[in-house]
């Protein structure tokens, strides 16, 4: 994934380009759950399953903690829309 320079709070960091796209906490979140899910499976191939299994558990944490954040913003720009 191709990284952008992208200023927050007057501070220059750099981020996944998709994070451009969309609310920057909620896009990264959901990143690094796909990151951890794949560091399991390849984990798991290795016959790893105490690294599988906490790497798994993370990606399920960070992937529901993505869901909320994710429902949240969405009633929060339906109350917004009709205000």
Do not use: E, N, W
Request: charged share 5%.
């Amino acid at each position: 994934m191709p990284l952008a320079d992208i200023a927050i709070g007057g501070k220059a960091r750099t981020a996944p380009a998709a994070t451009l796209t969309g609310h920057c906490g909620v896009i990264v979140m959901l990143y690094y759950a796909v990151i951890f899910f794949v560091i399991a499976l390849i984990a798991a191939i290795f016959g790893f399953t105490g690294l599988a299994a906490g790497a798994a558990s993370i990606a399920k944490l960070l992937f529901f903690v993505f869901l909320i954040f994710a429902a949240v913003t969405f009633v929060f720009s339906l109350m917004r829309g009709r205000a």
